[in-house]
């Protein structure tokens, strides 16, 4: 049974008239594809090299985090350079660090890693070089206030490097690294975290920039990747391998360094029309995708007669209609308000609107106190029918012939594409042999690694190991008074390792160490207080199941943080 009911709505003008006339085109969803740009993957990172000579800039000033709060900072003054200047902060900061994130925990404020400020340009960028010679390279326009929008005045840089176990450890900042399959931690090579305040109010770095950050390396060998510390999410992310960086401590000749200059700037320009040409191919495969959802739908003709409704329309109200004599919509199969009672109601009024354009509507039928709403496409039959065919081919024919040309484009654009990447692909692997010919030469070298950093944060050049291993044994920490203590955690360092492994009490049930290494463990107890463990201790032979290890109880103080700078680094 077919519901036969008159429409009436608001007149519509002459252009709305024609873009509606034709009811065959269709939505047709096809997801894109485009793969991630090649600048953002892992690969990009694990070989490219570049050759640059790392330089000295001075005007740095260091400021400690006081009190629980870690809200008040040591300052100094210091001078102004051309392109950036260092804050005076001759009154107390507002920056808080953040004590909120649950993976990062000091053991004492007094004695966090302090930051260093700086002050740069944020419409013109700048370039920092820290006081252990790390350069921080910083492009015009990268940060953005809270609101989105690009600074362009002077902001406040917070930096600091963790570069040593110590460090590591008075900073609370979790090294272990864990896998599906096991417990791992990271041999760090250089670990730094960068702030950005605009107005003491924490900024972001913009979507389409990232901060280039060079460190020196004591490592000759390119097994480290780079890691960026989630802190809501509590775990390292792995970003991909490091940039290399490559420069002589010995003065090359004028020669080599204009080989050096002239690799390093045909290797950027390249990278720069790779960029363009990337640009472009994912420019055209968007085009495609989204013209491919203009395809027109061939009409249907059939349907299920017992979900259809024939509108008889006035064609002067409804001149897009004009064409179709007794048009007929069936409910969609899997609407959940349509049911075959609806042709027993007696409604008095209808409404149709549009779903998605020229392919479904939504038909409301209304009675006092009712309403009932479905979704509804357009069957075709007999002359309109004819009508309908010869509109869709005529659309289906110039729709293909603009198709083919997006995907002519789309393959031109790719080709390019490649093009450039193999011709990047040579001048890297140009720039890679001359680096290893240098690191082989016998000649001293300084290899640095660029962190490309596009959020603030924690960033880390590391490699995964294992924690140590040896013979199992239950440990349990007394004081001298044999009193047995309830530890908070440890952490143990290794002589020659830049890792600090952190335990906990469960831990120390099945607790693994190796004998061949010269090992100290700090054990935290809270309120300020440690016991420290060496390897006299360890080495004791044990023939009880349990180990039984007597802490000498001391603050954790400056004086004792010396102590352990000497014994450990």
């Given amino acids: 049974m077919k519901k036969k009911i008159i429409i009436d709505r608001t007149k519509i003008d002459a252009k709305e008239i024609a873009s509606r006339q034709d009811f065959s085109k269709i939505i047709n969803q096809i997801p894109a594809t485009t793969s991630s740009p090649f600048y953002q993957t892992g690969w990009f990172y694990t070989t490219l090299a570049s050759v640059a000579l790392i330089v000295v800039l001075s005007s740095v000033m260091l400021y400690q985090p006081k009190g629980e709060k870690q809200n008040e900072l040591l300052t100094a003054h210091s001078e102004e350079t051309d392109d950036l200047k260092e804050k005076d902060t001759s009154?107390?900061?507002?920056?808080?660090?953040?004590?909120?994130?649950?993976?990062?925990?000091?053991?004492?404020?007094?004695?966090?890693?302090?930051?260093?400020?700086?002050?740069?340009?944020?419409?013109?960028?700048?370039?920092?070089?820290?006081?252990?010679?790390?350069?921080?390279?910083?492009?015009?326009?990268t940060f953005l206030d809270q609101n989105g929008k690009i600074i362009e005045s002077d902001i406040d840089i917070h930096f600091r490097e963790i570069n040593n176990p110590v460090d590591m450890m008075l900073s609370g900042i979790p090294m272990h690294y864990d896998t599906s399959n096991s417990k791992n931690n990271l041999l760090s090579e250089g670990m730094i975290e960068i702030l950005g305040f605009y107005n003491d109010e924490p900024i972001a770095i913009n979507e389409t920039k990232s901060i280039a950050i060079t460190l020196s390396s004591k490592s000759q060998k390119n097994d480290f990747n780079v890691y960026y510390l989630d802190e809501k999410n509590k775990k390292w992310d792995y970003i991909g391998k490091p940039k290399l960086v490559l420069s002589d401590v010995q003065n090359s000749s004028k020669t080599n360094e204009n080989d050096n200059d002239n690799d390093n700037s045909t290797l950027a320009t390249i990278e720069k029309e790779v960029l363009v040409a990337q640009n472009l191919y994912e420019t055209a495969v968007k085009?495609?995708?989204?013209?491919?959802?203009?395809?027109?739908?061939?009409?249907?003709?059939?349907?299920?007669?017992?979900?259809?409704?024939?509108?008889?329309?006035?064609?002067?109200?409804?001149?897009e209609l004009s064409v179709y004599k007794n048009l007929i919509f069936e409910v969609e199969k899997n609407d959940p308000n349509f049911s075959p009672s609806v042709y027993n109601e007696n409604w008095t009024d209808v409404s149709l609107s549009e779903k998605e354009k020229g392919k479904t509507y939504y038909l409301t039928l209304f009675k006092s106190g009712a309403k009932?709403?479905?979704?509804?496409?357009?069957?075709?039959?007999?002359?309109?029918?004819?009508?309908?065919?010869?509109?869709?081919?005529?659309?289906?024919?110039?729709?293909?012939?603009?198709?083919?040309?997006?995907?002519?484009?789309?393959?031109?654009?790719?080709?390019?594409?490649?093009?450039?990447?193999?011709k990047w692909e040579k001048a890297k692997d140009k720039s890679i042999s001359k680096i290893e010919a240098s690191l082989n030469d016998g000649k001293p070298s300084i290899l640095a690694r660029v962190v490309n950093a596009t959020s603030f944060g924690i960033w880390n050049i590391d490699k995964s190991v294992s924690f140590p291993i040896g013979n199992p044994e239950k440990v349990i920490f007394k004081d001298t008074k044999?009193?047995?203590?309830?530890?908070?955690?440890?952490?143990?360092?290794?002589?020659?390792?830049?890792?600090?492994?952190?335990?906990?009490p469960d831990d120390f049930l099945s607790f693994e160490y190796n004998e061949n290494e010269q090992n100290t463990i700090v054990v935290f107890l809270g309120t300020g207080k440690v016991g420290i463990v060496k390897n006299e201790a360890l080495s004791i032979s044990n023939s009880q199941e349990i180990r039984t290890i007597t802490l000498q109880i001391q603050p954790l103080n400056d004086e004792l943080i010396a102590e352990l700078r000497k014994e450990t680094l």
């Fill in 91 to 141: 009154e107390k900061d507002k920056f808080h660090y953040d004590e909120d994130v649950p993976c990062i925990h000091p053991p004492s404020s007094q004695l966090d890693v302090p930051f260093t400020i700086y002050k740069v340009n944020g419409a013109k960028g700048g370039k920092i070089t820290h006081s252990t010679g790390t350069e921080i390279q910083i492009p015009s326009n």
């Fill in 287 to 319: 085009n495609t995708t989204e013209y491919k959802k203009l395809e027109p739908e061939k009409p249907i003709s059939k349907g299920n007669k017992d979900r259809q409704f024939v509108l008889d329309v006035d064609p002067k109200e409804f001149p």
């Fill in 372 to 422: 009932k709403t479905f979704s509804v496409f357009p069957v075709f039959s007999g002359a309109d029918l004819d009508i309908a065919m010869n509109n869709f081919n005529k659309s289906f024919q110039k729709y293909e012939n603009e198709l083919n040309k997006k995907i002519e484009k789309e393959q031109l654009a790719k080709e390019n594409y490649e093009n450039h990447l193999a």
């Fill in 482 to 504: 044999g009193n047995e203590l309830a530890i908070i955690y440890a952490q143990h360092i290794e002589k020659g390792k830049n890792t600090v492994y952190t335990y906990y």
